[in-house]
């Protein structure tokens, strides 16, 4: 069982290059989140998904597009880089339903954009 | 909106020295609260959750408090150690409506020396 495993765990980009920041649990969640963790802002939520097929935007999704084509897996896409999306990325999991229930995080994604 | 405060660190206290970490916040609705814990290089991990007012959660040796009437949420132990040295994030979440979706504080960095 290994959780939430995220893919790549670091990556250096050029302006205007793309990229798939890959995220997969094992945990059967419903659930499926993106956040961006910037220092001294905490963590904001990009994008997130509810299920198999769904997505939904969160509070900064502009730039960053997303797909759940399987439960398990959640993918991050950014089509043109840009050097404000340098960041570290989180994905994160839960199952769906129970008040107070846990959501799970991934190791994170070091990304810098030049 | 919802949102979530916390002091600002850095915190940098001695070995065995008195740890509160405050933490207040305003939401619409009857929240579940959490705090999480991010050592260095790490994702977040729960540290513990509370669900309703006057409920208290606690783990490690940390406790926090629901407290509805000051909205607050503070985080405490009594005798830190220096493995405690991480950044420690306040944050709410609803279980209906909003899928779930966290809203974070912007992290307090405790460093414990000896």
């Known amino acids: 069982n290994a959780g939430v495993t995220q893919t790549p765990k670091f990556r250096v980009l050029k302006t205007g290059q793309s990229m798939t920041l890959l995220c997969a649990q094992d945990m059967n969640h419903e659930y499926m989140y993106w956040y961006r963790q910037d220092p001294g802002m905490g963590l904001r939520l990009i994008h997130y998904?509810?299920?198999?097929?769904?997505?939904a935007k969160g509070e900064v999704p502009d730039g960053y597009n997303v797909s759940r084509l399987k439960k398990q897996n959640f993918l991050l896409g950014l089509e043109s880089a840009a050097p404000s999306q340098t960041s570290v990325y989180f994905c994160?999991?839960?199952?769906?339903?129970?008040?107070?229930?846990?959501?799970?995080f991934g190791p994170g994604t070091r990304l810098t954009v030049l | 909106g919802d949102s979530v405060t916390q002091m600002e660190g850095p915190v940098t206290l001695s070995e065995e020295a008195f740890l509160t970490i405050n933490c207040t916040y305003t939401a619409t609705g009857y929240p579940s609260l959490f705090w999480y814990v991010q050592y260095p290089g790490e994702g977040l991990q729960l540290l513990l959750k509370a669900t309703k007012a006057d409920d208290k959660g606690s783990n490690k040796g940390f406790e926090a408090t629901y407290r509805k009437e000051t909205t607050s949420f503070h985080l405490e132990k009594g005798s830190v150690q220096v493995s405690d040295s991480a950044v420690y994030f306040c944050a709410l979440s609803y279980t209906t409506g909003t899928a779930s979706k966290l809203t974070f504080g912007t992290g307090t960095r405790l460093q414990v020396t000896l």
């Open positions: 994160a999991s839960r199952t769906r339903g129970l008040r107070g229930d846990t959501q799970y």
């Open positions: 998904s509810v299920g198999e097929g769904t997505t």
